[in-house]
């Protein structure tokens, strides 16, 4: 059965791709933290994700369910 994947980007970059729910979550805060340290172009509102539900079927891509820069979350 498949599952749920991330993406993770950087302005528009891919910074990763295919991550399980676990890898996401782990990679997500290491990100922020690590924008927070380092001395970079890159701020914390730079970040988003999207979130793709299982294919169905054979190949193809998979449907987007969520896309949010980490900054609208907090929004009012």
């Known amino acids: 059965m498949e599952q749920t994947t991330y993406h993770i980007y ?4 891919v910074l990763y791709c295919n991550l399980d ?3 996401f ?3 997500w805060e290491l990100l922020q933290v690590m924008i927070d340290l380092l001395e970079t172009n ?3 509102r730079d970040l988003s994700y999207i979130k793709l539900a299982p294919k169905c079927g054979v190949g193809g ?3 987007i ?3 949010t820069p980490m900054w609208e979350e907090d929004s009012y």
């Not at 950087?10 to 970059?13: G, T």
């Open 21 to 23: 729910e676990e890898e």
């Open 10 to 13: 950087a302005k528009e970059r």
């Open 42 to 44: 890159y701020t914390e």
């Open 25 to 27: 979550e782990e990679k």
């Open 65 to 67: 369910i969520q896309k």
């Open 61 to 63: 891509p998979g449907k």
